[in-house]
C-alpha cells in the first residue's frame, strides 16, 4: 500500500492543482478544451492508397508538437541532478532567547517543507553515487512566508567571495573542450583550481573523505554553510550556522561500491529516498543551531563569516530544537522538484543576513537563475508559492497567473489600498547594523589562514577514513594526467600532513615531498569523523538485505530470517537464480506453490543491498556454487565490508566464496562474528537474531 503522509497546509494547497489521471473519466481534449477524437494521425490529404501531404491547419498536431518541442527548461547550471520530497518541521523547543521567528519559537506549529537534495557537477541525467558534494536545500513554507535553508552535505566550501563561484564550478563541471568528464572532480582542471585556491583545501578534504559518497540521502548531515543571524524580541544579534543530522546517523558507500552503482543503478539515492518513504519508513533530522553573540564575533582565529570554516562544537556546541521529517513524495517531478526554486534570500522576520562574502553573492544569484529557469512569475508556481497571503503591486511579466482586480497597482495609492505592514503586523524589519568603511577588493586577516582546519579535519578523522581519503585522493590524481597538475597538488597536500603526501606522492608518480609545508599542529575537533554521527540506538531500519536461495533452500533458516528482519524493519529480499517460483526442500514442485523471487541474480548486484543472508539447503547450495554470479555476489559483499550471514551449507559456500587465506568461520555449529561474517551449522533460531544484530551493528554500514 502506498502511504501518502503529509496532509500539511502546503499539501492542501497543492491538490487545488493537482489532477488524478487515473481516477478520471475525462477525455483527451486540445489545451484550448476541445475534445480531440484522435491523437495518431496527422491531418492530411490521401488519395487512393491513403498517403499524402500533411496539413499545416492541424489544431491538435500543431499542439502536440509544439508542446513537445518546449518541454525543456535550463537545467540548473549547478545541482542539476536532484530528488525532492515533501514533509514537516517540528520545533521541540523554542529559541525564544535568539531569535522571534514564529518557525524557530513556536512549539505548537507544523511548518511544512520541501526539501531537495542534489549533486553539484553532473547534468540532470547523470549518476546518483558519483563522489561529489551533495546538496540539501529545505523551504520552509511558514506562516510568515517562505524560509529557504539552501545547504550542502558538508559544512565549508571550496572559496571565500562569491565572485569565484563560476571559476570554481567552471573547473569542476566538464572541461571545455570535449565535454569531458561527466560528474567528476577526478580531471586536471579541477585539481589545477584546488592548487590554485589555498583556500579551497579544507573544502576539498572533505570532498575526498566518505562524506563525498554518502550511502543514501536519508543519512547524510546538511548545513547551512554560510553564516546568517538570529535577531531577539529584545533586538539582540546572535551569528547562526543552522544544521541538519539525520536520525539513521551518517552512512557512506565504499568507493568500489559507488562506482559501479553509478553504472548499475544511475539512480540509486533517487530510488531509495522514493521507496523509504512510500514503504513508511520516513527520514527524520534534527535541526541544529550554533550561535554566536555579536559581542563575540572576534572571539576565534577564524573569522565567523568565512565560509571555509567550521566552527568547532567544543568551541560553539550545537543545540538541537527541532526535527524535520519527509514524509510525502511528489506525485509528478517536473513540476514540483524541477521548478522547485530556492533562494538563501528567502528570510522571515527574526532572521537575518550576515556579511559573509559568500553568502551576500549567493543572495544575488539564486533569484537571478530562477529567472533564466523559470521566468519573473516563478513564484506564483504551486511549488514556490508560499502558504501565506501574497500581496503587493508587482504585475505582469511571462507566465502570469494571479488576476489583481483594482483600479491601482502603485503604493501609496489614494485609497491606501494594500500598504505596507508595520513591525507590529510582521513587517520585516532589518536590523540595524553598524556599516562603515571605504570600498575596496579585500578580505579580511583572518580569511588569509587556509590550513589550520584541513589539518583539524584530516586529524579527526578515524583510520579507516583516514585510508579512504588517502585511496579517493590517489584516484583523482591518478585521473589527471597533466604532472604540474598531479605534482604540485601533491606538494599541497605538505600543508596538511606529510605522511598522507608522501603515501599520495608515491602511488600517483609525483616527486615526493620530504618536508611539510607547515607542520601538523595536531589537533582534532568531535562532530568531523561520521564515527561522531552513528545513530544513538543501532538500526536497521530501511535496510535492504538480500536472501540468496535456489531450490531445495533450508525453508526453516529462510523464513526465520526474512520474519526477523522485516520484524527489525529492515528489507528482505529474495534473489534466486530465476523470477519463477522456487521450490523449498522437501516441497512438490509439482503441487508446491514455492516462492516467487523478488529478483534473479542476473537483474540485481550486492552492491545494491547493505547485506546479504544465504540459507542453506543441499540442493540450493550444491546450485549455487556452480553459479558464478551467485559466488561473485558473496564475494563482493564481503569486500564492501557488509554483514553476510549464512546457515548450514551455506556456511563452507560463503567461506569459500569470500576465499581468503587465513579467515577461519566456525565450523562446530556456533554462532561467530568474524569480519563481519554470522555463520551457524544449524538453523537454529538465535542465529538469526544475531545475524539480524551484526547487520545493526552501525560500524558495518561506515
Ligand atoms: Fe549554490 N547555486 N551557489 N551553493 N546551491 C545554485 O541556484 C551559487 C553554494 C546550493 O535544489 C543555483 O537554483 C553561488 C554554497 C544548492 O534547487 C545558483 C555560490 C552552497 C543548490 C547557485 C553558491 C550551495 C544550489 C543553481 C557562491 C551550500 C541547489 C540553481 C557564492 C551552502 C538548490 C539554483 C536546488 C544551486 C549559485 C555556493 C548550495 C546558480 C553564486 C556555499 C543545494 O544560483
Redesign the pocket.
Known amino acids: 500500500m502506498v502511504i501518502r503522509g503529509g496532509q500539511n497546509p502546503k499539501i492542501k494547497q497543492l491538490n487545488q492543482y493537482t489532477e488524478d489521471v487515473h481516477n478520471s473519466d475525462a477525455r483527451i481534449t486540445s489545451d484550448y478544451g476541445v475534445r480531440n477524437s484522435n491523437t495518431d494521425d496527422w491531418l492530411k490529404v490521401v488519395n487512393e492508397d491513403k498517403t499524402g501531404p500533411m496539413l499545416l491547419e492541424d489544431p491538435f498536431a500543431r499542439e502536440k508538437i509544439h508542446r513537445f518541442d518546449h518541454e525543456r527548461i535550463p537545467e ?4 542539476a541532478r ?1 530528488t525532492g520530497a515533501h514533509g514537516t518541521f517540528k520545533l521541540f523547543e523554542s529559541a525564544e532567547d535568539v531569535t522571534y521567528a514564529g518557525v524557530l519559537t513556536d512549539t505548537s506549529r507544523e511548518t511544512p517543507v520541501f526539501v ?1 537534495f ?1 549533486t553539484v557537477l553532473g547534468s540532470r541525467g547523470s549518476a546518483d553515487t558519483v563522489r561529489d558534494v551533495r ?3 529545505t523551504k520552509f513554507y511558514t506562516k510568515e512566508g517562505n524560509w529557504d535553508i ?3 552535505d558538508i559544512p565549508v ?1 571550496f ?1 571565500q567571495d ?1 565572485m569565484k ?1 563560476p571559476d570554481v564550478i567552471h573547473a569542476g563541471k566538464p572541461e571545455p573542450h570535449n565535454e569531458v568528464p561527466q560528474a567528476q572532480t577526478a580531471h586536471n582542471n579541477f585539481w589545477d583550481f584546488q592548487y590554485l585556491h589555498s583556500e579551497a583545501t579544507h573544502m576539498f578534504m572533505w570532498a575526498m573523505s566518505d562524506r563525498g559518497i554518502p550511502r543514501s540521502y536519508r543519512m547524510m548531515q546538511g ?4 553564516t546568517f543571524s538570529l535577531i531577539n524580541a529584545k533586538g539582540e544579534r546572535h551569528f547562526v550556522k543552522f544544521i541538519w543530522t539525520p536520525e539513521l546517523g551518517v552512512h557512506s558507500f565504499v568507493w568500489d561500491e559507488a562506482l559501479k552503482l553509478a553504472g548499475q543503478d544511475p539512480d540509486f539515492h533517487r530510488k531509495d529516498l522514493h521507496e523509504a518513504i512510500e514503504n513508511g519508513a520516513f527520514p527524520k533530522w534534527k535541526f541544529g543551531l550554533q550561535v554566536i553573540p555579536e559581542d563575540k564575533q572576534d572571539d576565534f582565529d577564524f573569522d565567523i563569516l568565512d ?1 571555509t570554516k567550521v566552527w568547532p562544537e567544543e568551541l560553539v556546541p550545537i543545540r538541537y530544537i527541532g526535527q524535520m521529517e519527509l514524509n510525502r513524495c511528489v506525485d509528478e517531478f517536473f513540476p514540483e522538484t524541477e521548478q ?3 533562494c538563501t534570500s528567502h528570510i522571515v522576520p527574526g532572521i537575518g543576513f550576515s556579511d559573509d562574502p ?1 553568502l551576500q ?2 543572495n544575488f ?2 533569484f ?3 529567472l533564466s ?1 523559470l521566468g519573473i512569475n516563478w513564484q506564483e508556481l504551486p511549488i514556490n508559492k508560499p502558504v501565506c497571503p501574497v500581496m503587493n503591486h508587482h504585475r505582469d511579466g511571462q507566465g502570469r497567473h494571479k488576476i489583481s482586480k483594482g483600479t491601482v497597482n502603485y503604493w501609496p495609492n489614494r485609497f491606501e489600498a494594500v500598504a505596507p505592514a508595520k513591525p507590529e503586523e510582521g513587517g520585516y524589519v532589518d536590523y540595524p547594523a553598524k556599516v562603515a568603511g571605504i570600498k575596496a577588493r579585500m578580505r579580511s586577516k583572518k580569511f588569509q589562514e587556509h590550513f589550520n582546519q584541513a589539518q583539524l579535519f584530516y586529524n579527526s578523522l578515524s583510520k579507516v577514513e583516514k585510508m579512504h581519503v588517502m585511496s579517493a585522493l590517489s584516484f583523482e590524481l591518478d585521473h589527471c594526467e597533466d604532472p604540474v597538475v598531479y605534482g604540485r597538488l601533491t606538494q599541497r597536500l605538505a600543508d596538511i600532513d606529510l605522511d598522507l603526501a608522501q603515501t599520495i606522492a608515491k602511488q600517483v608518480g609525483a616527486p615526493v615531498p620530504q618536508e611539510s609545508g607547515r607542520p601538523n599542529h595536531g589537533r582534532t575537533a568531535k562532530g568531523l569523523s561520521q564515527f561522531d554521527y552513528m545513530p544513538e540506538t543501532p538500526t536497521i531500519l530501511s535496510r535492504r538485505v538480500a536472501l540468496i536461495i535456489a531450490d531445495g533452500y533450508d525453508a526453516v533458516a529462510y523464513n526465520g530470517v526474512k520474519a526477523a528482519l522485516s520484524a527489525a524493519g529492515a528489507v528482505p529480499f529474495t534473489i534466486s537464480v530465476r523470477r519463477s517460483p522456487i521450490f523449498a526442500a522437501g516441497e512438490d514442485q509439482g503441487t508446491g506453490k514455492g516462492q516467487k523471487p523478488d529478483h534473479h541474480l542476473e537483474g540485481m548486484r550486492s552492491t545494491m543491498f547493505d547485506s546479504i543472508f544465504v540459507p542453506g539447503g543441499v540442493d540450493s547450495i550444491a546450485t549455487l556454487r556452480k553459479n558464478g554470479r551467485a559466488l561473485h555476489w558473496v564475494r563482493e559483499a564481503f569486500g564492501h565490508l557488509k554483514a553476510i550471514g549464512a546457515t548450514g551449507e551455506a556456511v563452507s559456500f560463503v567461506k569459500d566464496a569470500c576465499a581468503l587465506p587465513g579467515l577461519s568461520f566456525a565450523e562446530t555449529g556456533d554462532v561467530v562474528d568474524s569480519y563481519g561474517v554470522v555463520t551457524s551449522n544449524e538453523s537454529k533460531p538465535e542465529s538469526f537474531k544475531e545475524a539480524v544484530n551484526l547487520v545493526k551493528g552501525a560500524k558495518d554500514f561506515v
Open positions: 540548473r547550471v549547478v545541482h536532484g531537495r542534489s546538496g540539501f536545500a539552501v545547504g550542502n566550501f572559496i562569491a563561484f548545513f547551512g554553510v554560510n565560509a522547485v526554486a530556492f559568500l553573492g549567493r544569484s539564486y537571478d537563475t530562477q529557469r
